[in-house]
C-alpha cells in the first residue's frame, strides 16, 4: 500500500506560479512511478507530468512544457510539480499517483492516488 498526501494548491493570477508537493509514505518507492494528473470540472483526468523514482527519467506533457516541471527527492519522499507561467486553462484539482513497475501517462494504470489539491488561476 501506499498513502499520497498532495498540497500546494491555491489560487494566483495568470502568469504566477506554485509548487505542488506529494508526499508518499507505506512502502519502498523504488520501484515506483509517479504522476501528476488533473481534472477539470466536465473533463477527464489528464496526464500532465510523470517520473520514475529510481533513476528521476521524466515525461511532460506538451501542453505543459517549459512551463512546469516534475522532480523527485528521495530523501523526503517527495515528488513536486513546479507550475510556472500559469493559464486560467490550467485551473483544475491537481493529482498525485503511484504505481509499480515505471510511470505511465495513463491514468487508469495508477492504482494508488493523493485527495487532490486545486488550483485556479484567474485572468
Known amino acids: 500500500q501506499v498513502q499520497l498526501v498532495e498540497s500546494g494548491g491555491g489560487l494566483v493570477q495568470a502568469g504566477g506560479s506554485l509548487r505542488l508537493s506529494c508526499v508518499a509514505s507505506?512502502?519502498?518507492?523504488?520501484?515506483?512511478?509517479m504522476g501528476w494528473f488533473r481534472q477539470a470540472p466536465g473533463k477527464e483526468r489528464e496526464f500532465v507530468a510523470i517520473?520514475?523514482?529510481?533513476?528521476?527519467?521524466?515525461h511532460h506533457a506538451d501542453s505543459v512544457k517549459g512551463r512546469f516541471t516534475i522532480s523527485r527527492d528521495n530523501a523526503k519522499n517527495t515528488v513536486y510539480l513546479e507550475m510556472n507561467s500559469l493559464k486560467p486553462e490550467d485551473t483544475a484539482v491537481y493529482y498525485c499517483?503511484?504505481?509499480?513497475?515505471?510511470?505511465?501517462?495513463?491514468?487508469?494504470?495508477?492504482?494508488?492516488w493523493g485527495q487532490g489539491t486545486q488550483v485556479t488561476v484567474s485572468s
Open positions: 517520473i520514475n523514482w529510481v533513476d528521476g527519467a521524466a
Open positions: 499517483g503511484a504505481r509499480s513497475g515505471g510511470a505511465s501517462t495513463a491514468a487508469s494504470l495508477y492504482p494508488y
Open positions: 507505506g512502502r519502498t518507492f523504488s520501484g515506483l512511478g
